[in-house]
């Protein structure tokens, strides 16, 4: 493989933001590829005992190297060639997740599948991640010992061993992650046998998967629909693949146009993948155009109060859940904002108040009672939508909010600040003494 090249220093790890509010923001911003699918996908090329995987559109950011991390220790080789992602799983010399590294991001958990598939043994740690509600992963080990692996624990630690084998198994809710990991799990195997999944996840990121797969000679059908089935096949080989545009990413560039009062397009997207963020949007008052692979956005007057569902796709996306939550702030009445998918994602609303927002959170729900505008404050991220709703607040706020726990930001967009500034941001980063 070839060498990497020498990247830039990174930025410090512990910084903060100070936003000036009060700009409108304008132009085009071009979206990266999609931290959900990419997650999975590097994950998944465990599974290629031949050959090498070379991923295009995988973004530049903390979780995603961490991942990277974690392939190195178990003996493979990755390497980036500017925006390109090189991987060779051919020599994969341990079964066992570093268990701090697995412990920082909830993606490690595909390797446990993929990991199983491959070789018939894992030890991953339980997943790390944000902070955003219980989390567990009980359908993830009821469909693998459906499979017929057995699993432990182990000081903190999942174990398992068997090759997964044929099954058919019902997701009592559609787990994206569940679906992902069953999915890989169930590749690999010499009698061909067939796994079904049922009440499977639909989410975009899952189909992007599965072409994945089938690009390395997987045979998998019914991805993108709530029945997969996958037939296994004795081997797979690396292949060449660009992963989708971030519909997260683009959502939120979207939302920017409404939170300042500006005009905003995104370029690069996959439209359909944001009918519900769109919808949502022009019921609040915005303009929103779609072109081709273009999506423009423009603010006309004070926005108004609406209710949101978050659900599983195609309903509204529970990741932007928080930043809707931060443009009804100052919507024109009352709002509600119901969470479906992570009944307890509201630790931002102590951030809101901060900022003057009037917000009360009962259960699975926040309500909302738009004020004319925000004020500054000091506020804090605690996971990655959370600290871009903490963005989006600050951008329409009155004087200058300074953003702590940027490095949750990090996690999930890359080259956020940058962007944002081309779009006419008013920011500055100051290092914080660690």
Known sequence: MTPTVIEEAAKPLERALCIEGGFALSGEVGIGGSKNASLPIIAATLLAAQGETRLIGVPRISDVEVMCDILRGLGAQVAWNGDVLDISCRQIRSTEVDAELGQKIRASTYLFGALLARLGEAKVPYPGGDRIGARPIDFHLAGLRSMGVYITTESGCLLGKGRPQESSFYLERPSVGATINLMMAATLGHDHHTTTLSNASMEPEILDVARFLSAMGARIYGAGTPTIKVVAVSHLTGATYEVIPDRLEAGTFLMTAAASGGDVTVTGVISEHLTAVVAKLQQM?????????????????????????????????????????????????????????????????????????????????????????????????????????????????????????????????????????????HIDELPIPT
């Not at 509600?336 to 809101?352: A, G, I, P, S």
């Open 285 to 425: 008052g915005v303009v929103v155009e779609v072109f081709g692979d273009s999506i423009r956005a423009r603010a006309r007057g004070r926005l108004r109060a609406t209710d949101v569902l978050a659900e599983e796709y195609p309903g509204f996306p529970t990741d932007l859940q928080p930043c809707i939550a931060a443009l009804l702030t100052t919507a024109d009445g009352e709002s509600l904002v119901t969470d479906l998918v992570w009944t307890d994602r509201f630790q931002y609303t102590d951030e809101f108040l901060r900022m003057g927002g009037q917000v009360k959170v009962t259960g699975s729900s926040v309500r909302i009672h738009g004020v004319s505008q925000l004020t500054s404050a000091e506020v804090t991220a605690n996971e990655i939508r959370g600290g871009a709703a903490l963005v989006l607040a600050s951008l329409g706020a009155r004087g200058t909010s300074t953003i702590y726990g940027v490095h949750h930001l990090d996690r999930g967009y890359a080259g956020l600040i940058d962007k944002l500034i081309g779009l006419g941001a």
